[in-house]
């Protein structure tokens, strides 16, 4: 019996944990991701009273894949948290540059989950409740729920797992006041417009990423004989590609940048260069993840992966992280009225020892890229910079430092 945690890549036992107490650190953890969210968990809990539970929803809503297509619904609420105080529990464009990996763990760890189930096709019962205009809301919505029994506090942290605060099945759910509706999404679900102009209408209009992605997954885009709940995780990644997709019909119109330009960015134990160079539209996405992180079981070098796509726009392979920054790059292309070939380098290092989700990837290569870049003269040079960097804060692997046995040209064809 023990404890998964991404920050080592491997199953940690009790018997490391009971002699760690949380405060020795024996796992090589900067902080116990457990007692982070033990802790968050143990106030919510001591907030429940009975099963009800009020507050508001920031918005923040999810939903699942699990036994497609009756798939769980979850509605999360800060229990006693009202008005603009409930925002933060669920707001990346807020979070980031401020936030810390424990502080998001915390923040997320504080919020009910209240679990309904509903059919991806049949889900005339949340429009009702009016559970899918709440998740689109532009303030946090009052919030009421009744659970099936009390929710425990869970031991478990999953690295793979976006970090959840406390689950239980709802037999009721209520929104208690009044949704805070754009009227772009309004004009939008009363529209008969395909899904992917509704997304690309609501981009254009200045609609938050992050709102379109929750209108996608609630079931408030398409024509309306086609409207479904769509799993969250698959309408992140739709959203991205639509836009971007869009954006790139453009793009491939423009004049091409003139220079090599480097940018380089860091958040949450990730740490990014963009490299934008003379040409025709490319993209190259380069992973490289330090061994003990949470997809990396042990392992004594770094395992690289790497995803391409020409002129066409079709990935040699779908990655949800990927579109992210893909659609960050465009849109600075976009701005500027420029084409060109570009490579994105992602070095993940052991901090970050749980997944919050591919939001921040795509704001912190969104931020970097409104710095000035570093000019290089080729991109044999971009790359070396890139490489040297990378070598700074490698993990010591022996007496050899990876990277001088394997360099970045061989992942670029």
């Known amino acids: 019996m023990g404890y998964f945690l991404g920050g080592v890549g491997k199953e940690i036992s009790s018997s490391l944990c009971v002699r760690c107490k949380g405060y020795k650190m024996l796992c090589g953890l900067p902080r116990c991701p457990l007692v982070v969210r033990l802790r968050a968990q143990a106030r919510i809990y001591g907030k429940i009273v009975g099963r009800d539970i009020t507050g508001s929803t920031p918005p923040s809503g999810v939903v699942g894949e699990k036994n497609y297509p009756l798939v769980p619904v979850l509605i999360g609420i800060p229990p006693g948290i009202t008005g603009d105080e409930a925002s933060i529990y669920d707001s990346p464009e807020n979070w980031w540059g401020v936030k810390s990996l424990e502080d998001i763990i915390e923040l997320r760890s504080s919020v009910v989950a209240a679990v309904i189930k509903a059919d991806v096709r049949s889900y005339q019962r949340l429009i009702d409740l009016e559970i899918p205009f709440a998740m689109v809301s532009s303030k946090p919505v009052d919030t009421e729920a009744s659970l099936v029994k009390i929710p425990m506090p869970a031991k478990m942290l999953d690295p793979v797992i976006t970090p959840h605060g406390l689950l239980a099945m709802a037999d009721r759910v209520k929104v208690s006041s ?96 963009v490299i934008i160079q003379p040409g025709p539209y490319s993209f190259e996405w380069i992973e490289i993840w330090h061994p003990n992180t949470i997809f990396t079981e042990g392992g004594r070098e770094p395992i690289v992966i790497r995803n391409r796509e020409g002129f066409s726009g079709e990935p040699l392979f779908m990655d949800g992280g990927y579109h992210a920054a893909r659609l960050a790059v465009l849109e600075h292309l976009y701005k500027r009225g420029r084409r060109a070939s570009i490579i994105v380098v992602r070095e993940i290092t052991p901090r970050y020892y749980a997944s919050v989700g591919n939001w921040h990837i795509r704001e912190t290569v969104r931020r970097m890229l409104e710095k000035s870049p570093e000019k290089a003269s080729t991109v044999s040079e971009a790359i070396s910079i890139v490489e040297s960097e990378l070598l700074a804060n490698m993990i010591k692997l022996g007496n050899k430092t990876h990277g001088k046995q394997q360099t970045l040209d061989r992942y670029l064809g």
């Open 178 to 273: 009044n949704p805070s509706i754009s009227k772009g999404i309004e004009k939008i679900y009363e529209d008969e417009i395909r899904a992917s102009e509704a997304i690309w209408e609501l981009y254009m209009r200045g609609v938050s990423i992050y709102t379109i992605q929750r209108a996608l997954s609630f079931g408030l885009l398409g024509l309306s004989r086609n409207r479904r709940l769509v799993p969250t995780r698959w309408a992140i990644t739709a959203v991205d590609s639509v836009i971007s997709s869009r954006l790139l019909r453009s793009i491939r119109t423009y004049s091409s940048v003139n220079d090599i330009e480097l940018y380089r960015g860091e958040y949450l134990g990730n740490r990014f260069w």
